[in-house]
């Protein structure tokens, strides 16, 4: 009985202690032949161009050559993992709608979609006697004579959340700011307004 557990626990350790070097043999054996195959290439390569041959040349191309192709395939991986992610949430009712259109505004105010403002402006936002900054993003026809626009108000710090606004074109105020500086006024709460807003202002 005592044998028998005995040999049970070598048998259990050693292949525990396989498996475990298992991984680094392959990757070693593996490197060893990338290494053989790389260095009679590698040699009538670096002759012809003068280029001084050393032990261990093949090592480092190999090195560099796994780097490279690291990069490549993290690069590609982060950007399926994070597309995957993106293709279950927009799969789930409900949800999806808020998700995908929050997503698109996100990229829209942080640059990473094409976006064409019709311009930046100012509006008499939430009251007459008040102006907050505005974009155009869509013109929506006429409206009793009046030609009507879609205005975005971002609102600080965080411009992707704000108010959608219709009102007649006559009652916005145009600017010459871009929708860069515009975001930079938002994002800064302001800080920033005097230094990009104050021709605008004196125009006005």
Do not use: C, W
């Not at 395939?73 to 009712?93: D, F, Q």
């Not at 509006?123 to 026809?141: N, S, Y």
């Not at 009793?144 to 006559?170: C, D, Q």
């Not at 600017?175 to 302001?190: C, E, F, N, Q």
């Amino acid at each position: 009985m005592l044998l028998k557990k005995f040999l049970l626990h070598i048998r259990t350790t050693l292949i525990a202690g396989l498996l475990a070097i298992l991984p680094i043999g392959v990757t070693l054996f593996v490197l060893k032949f990338f290494f053989e195959l790389l260095d009679p290439i590698l040699g009538p390569i670096f002759d012809m161009g003068n280029v001084p041959i050393f032990p261990g040349l093949g090592v480092i191309v190999l090195l560099i050559l796994l780097y490279v192709v690291g990069i490549i395939t993290t690069k590609i991986l982060s950007a399926r993992i994070v597309n995957v992610g993106h293709k279950l949430i927009e799969k789930i009712p409900v949800i999806s709608s808020i998700y995908s259109t929050t997503r698109s505004g996100v990229e829209i105010l942080s640059g990473t979609q094409g976006f064409e403002s019709r311009g930046v402006v100012l509006v008499d936002f939430p009251r007459p006697a008040m102006k907050a900054i505005g974009l155009i993003t869509a013109e929506l026809g006429v409206l009793n004579g009046e030609p009507m626009v879609a205005v975005y108000i971002p609102t600080t710090p965080v411009p992707s959340s704000g108010f959608l606004i219709v009102v007649a074109l006559s009652d916005v105020t145009p600017t010459d700011i871009s929708v860069d500086d515009a975001m930079k006024i938002i994002v800064s709460g302001g800080i920033l307004a005097n230094e990009i807003f104050s021709s605008t202002l004196k125009d006005m």
